[in-house]
Each structure stands twice: as structure tokens, then as C-alpha cells.
């Protein structure tokens, strides 16, 4: 176990070395479809993307009274962790989140803080919450993000 752990400490120092960033860097707007491939799909570095859905009606609908309003009786499932760490390595563990069937009310509460729970609680599907369990809420989000969508078909 002991050598494993030592390569991987040697790739995480190649792989910065070679190709990453010492810190994610952040981008004003959202890149053209070829950049965005060519800079960051391609290289798979990560990058955080400012303004490209700050005219989505989501920023300023999604509060907490609207979301109960919309959803708050509607049963999601929500990851548990112990510490927010999931499908991540835990000692000698591969760990994944526990999934839980819950009202949207009851893990705003937790969010909010206004009921107090063991764990870490999120709303994470691989495949997104949003559409297969939240339909309800898409109205406030754009159902295609052009320049993302051009630049995964034109190189895929």
C-alpha cells in the first residue's frame, strides 16, 4: 500500500508539472466553443466560469420560500456523509454518499440550519436532480448552454 501511495504522490507532482495549475483559474465570461474545447475540455483542466448564467431567472427565484412553494412537499433523494466527502477515497475506502428519500422542506430546514443532523446533506445525482426529480424548477434555467453544448458536438 505504502508504494501506491508514494506513486501517487509522484503523479499529483507530474500532473502539475505537465499540465495543471497551481489553483483553478477563473474566467470573466463564458469562452468560445473552440477555446473552451481546445483550453479546457481537451486538457480536462478545470476552470470556474464567471457570468455565463447571470441573466438565468434561477439567481434570483430560488430562495428558500420560492423553493418550498414550487417543491417543498416533493420527496428527492440527498447524498449523507459523514464529513461532505463522497465517492471519495476514506483511508483504505472507496466511500460513496448514502441516499436518503426526503421532502425538499426537510433538507432545506437542515440547510437553513432550523433542524439540526449527523452529516453533511446535499441534493448530487450523477445524472441530475434537476430534471429526473425537480422538473418543476427548469422554467428558471435555460434547458441548452449553447457554447458549452458546440463545443462538447463539435469534438466529440
Given at each position: ?44 483542466k ?20 420560492y ?37 425538499f422542506s ?7 440550519g ?24 427548469t ?10 453544448s ?7
Amino acid at each position: 500500500m505504502e508504494s501506491v501511495k508514494k506513486r501517487l504522490a509522484e503523479f499529483s507532482v507530474e500532473a502539475h508539472d505537465l499540465y495543471l495549475n497551481r489553483s483553478v483559474p477563473y474566467l470573466e465570461e463564458p469562452p468560445d466553443p473552440l477555446h473552451f474545447y481546445r483550453d479546457w475540455i481537451g486538457p480536462n483542466k478545470p476552470c470556474i466560469i464567471r457570468n455565463a448564467f447571470s441573466h438565468w431567472p434561477a439567481l434570483s427565484r430560488w430562495t428558500p420560500d420560492y423553493l418550498r412553494e414550487k417543491v417543498g412537499s416533493k420527496f428527492i433523494s440527498v447524498a449523507v456523509t459523514p464529513n461532505g466527502y463522497a465517492d471519495a477515497v476514506n483511508g483504505d475506502r472507496f466511500v460513496m454518499p448514502e441516499e436518503r428519500l426526503m421532502s425538499f422542506s426537510s433538507v432545506l430546514d437542515i440547510i437553513e440550519g432550523k433542524v439540526q443532523k449527523q452529516g453533511v446533506f446535499y441534493v448530487q445525482k450523477q445524472c441530475s436532480n434537476l430534471l429526473d426529480e425537480l422538473p418543476e424548477l427548469t422554467d428558471d434555467v435555460e434547458p441548452h448552454v449553447s457554447w458549452m453544448s458546440n463545443a462538447l458536438v463539435q469534438h466529440v
